[in-house]
């Protein structure tokens, strides 16, 4: 089963990707050979404000259907699954900012920006972590049973994509941010206990709808 839902994961990041670096001719560069600056667009479904709709309500979901689910279900497990994912995967990257201090396309035309410093923070995308990371345990755990939470995987190549129209991040950026939140979120799902869950008070255990 899992290698199927990797096949599909691997499938939607490849398109995502086909579809960043579709068009025209142009010059690319960057560790993979691929990035390019897009031509800025904050427009209709790639305004700004979705792409930030769509990392706080992801957060948000998460945290909230934890704390009321708890982790006595399978839902539950899932949602605090996705919580580990979330928060390791979000450390991992903004590490990873800081070491690489990469120019976003915003700042530069050169993708092989790489160590200016404080204040470039272009690799890897966080955004896009935080969005395959925490749907990732959701379509392992769910996929084979549910089909159509393959669907999930469409949230991350829209945000993926998005964040290249508002020259936010380089196509490597946004690759590397599902491959870490993908990577985390499979680490997490494999754990049999999730990993926050186990510092958590008992009532937080069985959710906070059974205390209603």
């Not at 290698?3 to 994961?9: F, H, K, P």
């Not at 999930?152 to 380089?170: C, I, N, P, T």
Request: negative net charge; proline residues 4%.
């Amino acid at each position: 089963m899992r290698t199927i839902v990797q096949g599909n994961l691997v499938r939607a990041l490849l398109g995502a990707a086909l579809f960043c670096g579709g068009g025209s001719a142009f010059a690319a560069g960057g560790p993979l050979g691929i990035d390019h600056r897009l031509h800025y667009d904050d427009s209709g479904i790639w305004k700004r404000g979705y792409q930030h709709d769509l990392q706080y309500g992801t957060i948000a979901a998460v945290v909230l259907g934890s704390l009321w689910e708890g982790g006595d279900t399978r839902l539950g497990r899932t949602f605090w699954q996705s919580f580990d994912s979330l928060a390791l995967s979000s450390v991992a990257a903004q590490g990873l900012k800081l070491a690489f201090s990469r120019e976003r396309p915003s700042q530069t035309d050169d993708p092989n920006a790489f160590f200016k410093g404080h204040g470039n923070e272009s690799f890897p995308s966080g955004e896009v972590t935080v969005v395959a990371s925490a749907v990732t345990p959701f379509v392992l755990e769910y996929g084979h049973d549910y089909p159509a939470v393959y669907g999930l995987e469409a949230l991350v190549a829209y945000d993926m994509v998005a964040r290249l129209k508002v020259q936010g991040h380089w196509q490597s950026d946004v690759l590397a941010g599902a491959a870490i939140g993908t990577a985390f979120g499979y680490y997490a799902h494999s754990r049999d206990q999730p990993l926050i869950l186990g510092f958590m008070p008992h009532g937080i255990f069985i959710g906070l709808k059974e205390q209603f």
